[in-house]
Structures are given as C-alpha cells and as structure tokens.
C-alpha cells in the first residue's frame, strides 16, 4: 500500500512564483523524505525531517511536518523552469526499514 | 564517484525470457533496494538488502529473485518474464541503516526500462 499521498498531484505555476505540495500518510514514522525526479531520470533527495523534528530548510526548499495529523509539506519558493520535475514524498514507518514512496506530484514551471 | 550504477539502461524480453538487472554502488552503503515505477503507481519496493548476505522481500516480490553477496552489488533476477513486469526498475543504497529504522535517505541510479512483449 503506499504510505504516502501527495495533494495536489500536478501544478503549474508561473516562474518566480512559489510551490506548496502536501503529502499525507497512515501510520506513525521514523522520517519523512522528499524526492526530486526528473524526466527520464532517477530520484534525487532534496529533504529528510525526522519525526521530532516540524521543519527543515534547504536552500529554496521548506518541508513542514505535523505527526498530529500525519502531513507534510514541501514548499519551494522563488520557483525556476529548472524546477519542472515530479516530487515524491516518502515514509520509513517507525521500527522499519523500508521506504514507502507516494504517487508523486508532477510540478510545471512556466518560465 | 561514481554512485550507483544500473545496467542495462533498457531492456526487451519475450515472455517466459530470464535476466537479470545489475545495480553496483561504490559508496560502501550496507542498505540496497529495487523500486519499480510503473505509470500513476509511484515507487514500489521489490526487494532490500541491509547487508551482504541478508535479503528482505518488499511490496511486490513475486516474480523477483535477488541476492547479496558483496556490499557493492545487488542483482535483480527476473525468473520468467511476463507483460506485467514492463516497467522501470530502479536501484537504491543508503548508508545508513541502524537497529531497525533506515535513518538516511537513498541514492538512485539511472534506472532500467525493460519491456515485456
């Protein structure tokens, strides 16, 4: 089953402009993940936020998590055409070693 | 470095046909996954490895063999290909893996597109 969901599952949004993906999930966790992919390529980390942990910076990037509600979101500011890529959110269950991908969010910058 | 690395890049078999996906890491990560991506169904976990000589099954297994036998390589056979393993296949390995929780996040290889016909 997958573990997480993000919402909304496509965006498009004007260069410039920010970005805000949410992802929901069923089960309490050990960390929460982003992933980049772009086309025809494999995923790229972009964010790991512990389950103590309710938010985390990188750059152009802000992931947010609420385990009360079990979300997360990712947003990118300032958004790029280099931006374009689908975004995955994923889970490690707590006491687990597997990493539970969502279906994706498909994120078009228009320069 | 060179990461991890997949081969072949694609793939086509007939079905009942028998291969196997190769996935090399030269990071010196004990974890190592196979993940198939299939259209509108995200990342699905076939297999992981959280050593040499230890294997785990995932969410998909069925119609997957792997083993592990150096820290750098994780195979993926496929037995005996069929129509719905047409996908893309991709390889993953983490370093760090304590107790029973993976702590960090995966790095990719380029991935491999098999079709079945």
């Known amino acids: 089953s997958q573990q997480g969901e993000e919402d909304p599952q496509a965006l498009s949004i004007q260069e410039g402009e920010n970005a805000t993906m949410n992802c929901s999930y069923k089960t309490s966790i050990n960390n929460l993940q982003w992933y980049r992919q772009n086309s025809g390529r494999g995923l790229v980390h972009l964010i790991l936020i512990r389950s103590n942990e309710r938010e985390k910076h990188s750059g152009r990037l802000r992931v947010t998590l609420d385990t009360s509600k079990k979300s997360s979101s990712l947003l990118i500011t300032a958004s790029r055409a280099a931006d374009t890529a689908s975004y995955f959110c994923a889970t490690v269950p707590y006491g687990n070693n597997r990493l539970a991908f969502g279906k994706g969010n498909q994120v078009v910058v228009i320069p | 470095n060179a990461g991890v690395t997949q081969t072949p890049k694609f793939q086509v078999l007939k079905t009942g046909q028998s291969m196997t996906l190769q996935c090399a890491q030269d990071m010196n990560h004990e974890y190592m996954s196979w993940y198939r991506q299939d259209p509108g169904m995200g990342l699905r976990l076939i297999h992981y490895s959280v050593g040499a000589g230890i294997t785990d099954q995932g969410e998909v297994p069925n119609g997957y063999n792997v083993s592990r036998s150096t820290t750098e390589d994780f195979p993926l056979r496929l037995l005996s290909a069929a129509p719905s393993q047409t996908s893309v296949y991709f390889c993953?390995?983490?370093?760090?893996?304590?107790?029973?929780?993976?702590?960090?996040?995966?790095?990719f290889g380029n991935g491999t597109r098999l079709t079945v016909t």
């Open positions: 993953a390995s983490s370093s760090a893996y304590s107790g029973r929780s993976l702590n960090s996040p995966l790095h």
